[in-house]
């Protein structure tokens, strides 16, 4: 499987503290099916003040620590990207990365509050030639009222990432009904770990795997963890 959403580097958001974390994490990855990564911490203008540049080299820095200790793990550069000002701009300057250097990009919107223009800001970034891949709408608390926007987000372009863990309850009953729901109206085109720790918030896909298996079938299941992700990485469209 691929995981295309984590928050495995070491120090630089609300992820991984410490190196030893990082590496536990991997290792509970691979035990579980993981064979590549996308290291993807957030990018929030003001709170987390990453970049293309900083995320590579701790990228390289955790993949040399994973090779040291032969933890089969391939790590490819990402963010999780808030939606700000100025983001098409960082975008084409290369200074906010996408995924693994392809269109492919995640986009966080706001947890709380519609962001009032998130529409709009989808069709620029595909009218641009990118594809915002929106990260966890199940877990949105704006969702219940807003349903409709999702189906027309991916009508315009945009993908969709749903949290395995919401899949399995590890988010309450409310996460886990809107992500069975939007699989099953088919606007989800991957599950993703969104691991922070190896804690409640831990890697691995394999039980949300099964869920899908169970609600959409074996082969869309393995679409939304192998397939997809591969096209992502090789940047097709």
């Known amino acids: 499987m691929i995981d295309l959403h984590s928050h495995i580097l070491p120090g630089i958001d609300d992820g991984a503290s410490s190196l030893e974390m990082s590496l536990e994490m991997a290792r509970m990855a691979v035990a579980d099916g993981v064979h590549t990564m996308a290291?993807?911490?957030h990018i929030y203008p003001g709170l987390y003040m990453n970049d293309a540049q900083g995320i590579r080299r701790a990228r390289e820095r955790l993949?040399?620590?994973l090779d040291l200790y032969r933890i089969a793990l391939t790590l490819v550069d990402g963010a999780d990207v808030h939606l700000v000002p100025g983001l098409l701009e960082g975008l084409r300057a290369g200074v906010i990365p996408t995924l693994h250097g392809s269109r492919?990009?995640?986009l966080e919107p706001s947890?709380?509050?519609r962001p009032p223009r998130l529409?709009?800001?989808v069709f620029e970034l595909v009218a641009a030639g990118y594809t915002p891949v929106i990260t966890h709408p199940?877990?949105?608390v704006w969702i219940e009222d807003h349903h409709e926007v999702f189906?027309?987000?991916v009508r315009q372009g945009a993908w969709m990432q749903v949290t395995?863990?919401?899949l399995t309850g590890q988010f309450g009953k409310r996460a886990r009904y809107w992500g069975e729901r939007l699989l099953g109206e088919g606007l989800v085109h991957l599950l993703a770990s969104d691991a922070h720790t190896t804690g409640r918030r831990s890697p691995g896909l394999s039980q949300a795997r099964a869920v899908a298996e169970h609600l959409v079938g074996a082969e869309e299941a393995h679409r939304l963890v192998l397939d997809r992700p591969q096209a992502i990485l090789s940047d097709l469209p």
Do not use: D, F, M, N
């Open 151 to 153: 189906a027309r987000l």
């Open 111 to 113: 947890h709380h509050v």
């Open 104 to 106: 492919y990009v995640l």
């Open 39 to 41: 290291c993807t911490p």
């Open 164 to 166: 395995g863990g919401a």
């Open 63 to 65: 993949q040399a620590a």
């Open 138 to 140: 199940e877990r949105l």
């Open 119 to 121: 529409e709009e800001s």
